[in-house]
């Protein structure tokens, strides 16, 4: 086939990986998403089942199983041929059970905390350690002001040394870039170890 | 960024009955998708041109052609369509069916990390 005929195509379509942007209700998911995605964040309806889920995660829940969650998320192109996806994970505490679709596929997370009041993000924490999903911690400061130091949110929030706590401004850009930056080198880190082993 | 969705809607749970009856009605009562291949991220693109003798598609499913004459991801098409996606799944599983677009499954992130892939992220996302 002549190469004029191919030029018109669709080009081939890219890789595609997301991350998820978790915590609970109202630390700044929306926001992070928004300040490093290439798009305005845009927002989608999907049907999440409890499929799979411990007996006891149950509790509280009588028949039904599949709710419909509004989901945010968000674009970055890495090169022509990868695009990195983010998606808001839905941040009410009654719905985060449903994460496990959503995490599905995920190379891993960032539970962002707001530091006013770091327990709305407890059940997030909790979800990505148990099921042994790799994560990051950022706390948003909102003020743009860390009252804290990282050390001592670690222990308010029980955190074991592995996971990475970073400072950020989910207003800010370049803050939310680092923050991705961390998760990635953590990756990095945990493969090269894996590797190491083999 | 005025077009950010308020905290306030971001769950619609409960009965679907009332406000979903015309993105169903637009896949012929089915509810559930037939293929479980078209995850968020998965990218799909119209077959051009279409494969000889194709019927005229639907214009719901037209929608979506029009939509992925270039690769775009099923949580886009949604969005962009304004769609649930499980029913833009269901018309996509239609569409494949009937050879109108091809589907790429996201990149495989379980089991051995690829060093070279997280690299290559990382570096992107350094140079934001
Ligand atoms: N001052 C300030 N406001 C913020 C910050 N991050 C988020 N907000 C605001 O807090 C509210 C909730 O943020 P949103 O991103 O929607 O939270 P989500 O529920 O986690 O998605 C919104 O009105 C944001 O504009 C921040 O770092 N500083
Ligand atoms: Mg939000």
Known sequence: ?198 | MSSRPSAASEVSGGDPAGRLVRPFTLTGGRTRPSRADFTLITTVTAVDPPPAGAARPQPEHLRILRHCARPVAVAELAAHLDLPVSVIVIMLCDLLEAGRITARPPREVSGVPDLELLQKVRDGLARL
């Not at chain 1, 041929?81 to 994970?89: E, K, N, P, R, S």
């Not at chain 1, 743009?144 to 130091?149: A, I, L, S, V």
């Not at chain 1, 929030?157 to 991705?180: F, I, K, Q």
């Open chain 1, 1 to 198: 086939m002549p190469a004029s005929d191919t030029a018109v195509r669709a080009p081939a379509p890219p890789d595609t990986l997301k991350i998820l942007i978790a915590g609970g209700f109202g630390v700044g998911k929306t926001t992070l998403v928004g300040s490093v995605s290439e798009i305005a964040p845009l927002r989608t309806e999907e049907s999440l089942t409890a499929a799979g889920l411990d007996v006891d995660d149950l509790d509280g829940i009588e028949e039904k199983r599949t709710t419909t969650v509004a989901l945010d998320f968000g674009r970055i192109t890495i090169s022509d041929d990868l695009v990195l996806y983010l998606f808001g994970t839905p941040g009410q505490q009654r719905f985060w059970f449903m994460w496990n679709d959503l995490a599905l596929g995920a190379l891993g997370a960032v539970v962002l905390v707001d530091v006013r009041r770091p327990k709305v993000s407890f059940a997030a924490i909790d979800f990505f350690e148990r099921r042994r999903i790799p994560f990051v911690v950022a706390v948003n400061g909102f003020h743009g002001e860390h009252p804290y130091p990282v050390e001592d949110i670690r222990d308010a929030l029980a955190l074991p040394e592995h996971v990475p706590v970073v400072l950020c401004d989910a207003r800010e850009r370049e803050s939310c870039r680092d923050v991705l930056v961390v998760l990635l080198d953590q990756l990095i880190a945990s493969a090269e170890r894996t590797e190491a082993r083999v």
